[in-house]
């Protein structure tokens, strides 16, 4: 009984590359999962400092470059415009440099 040998190597290479597709295939859907994941977490981070600083008049200096960070790192990862227009908004307010100042934008924001 002789065997061929193109059926014995599509015997074990038909198993072997289905195995490694099926892998490869799982890793790309977790990756992707993990970039919609922190593409959720950076949108929700932007939009939650869009609506605070937006009602306070004012941003630190700190809190801009974080959000110009998060922004960059949403935009790389394929977001859309709507965070795009919150964060020309946000460089449109007054930064605010030290807690002295703060203060006294809260004193006239309260008076």
Same mark, same amino acid.
């Given at each position: 009984?002789?065997?061929?040998?193109?059926?014995?190597?599509?015997?074990?290479?038909?198993?072997?590359?289905?195995?490694?597709?099926?892998?490869?295939?799982?890793?790309?859907?977790?990756?992707?999962? &993990?970039?919609?994941? $922190?593409?959720?977490? =950076?949108?929700?981070?932007?939009?939650?400092?869009? %609506?605070?600083?937006?009602?306070?008049?004012?941003?630190?200096?700190?809190?801009?470059?974080?959000?110009?960070?998060?922004?960059?790192?949403?935009?790389?990862?394929?977001?859309?415009? &709507?965070?795009?227009? $919150?964060?020309?908004? =946000?460089?449109?307010?007054?930064?605010?440099?030290? %807690?002295?100042?703060?203060?006294?934008?809260?004193?006239?924001?309260?008076?």
């Amino acid at each position: 009984m002789i065997v061929n040998l193109s059926q014995v190597l599509t015997a074990l290479c038909v198993p072997i590359l289905t195995g490694t597709w099926a892998a490869i295939w799982r890793m790309y859907r977790r990756y992707q999962s &993990t970039q919609d994941g $922190m593409k959720c977490l =950076l949108r929700a981070e932007i939009i939650r400092d869009h %609506s605070h600083y937006m009602e306070k008049g004012y941003i630190p200096i700190y809190a801009m470059e974080n959000v110009l960070e998060s922004y960059n790192a949403y935009h790389s990862l394929g977001g859309n415009g &709507t965070i795009t227009k $919150m964060v020309e908004e =946000l460089k449109q307010l007054h930064p605010q440099c030290d %807690s002295l100042e703060a203060l006294f934008m809260e004193v006239i924001a309260h008076a």
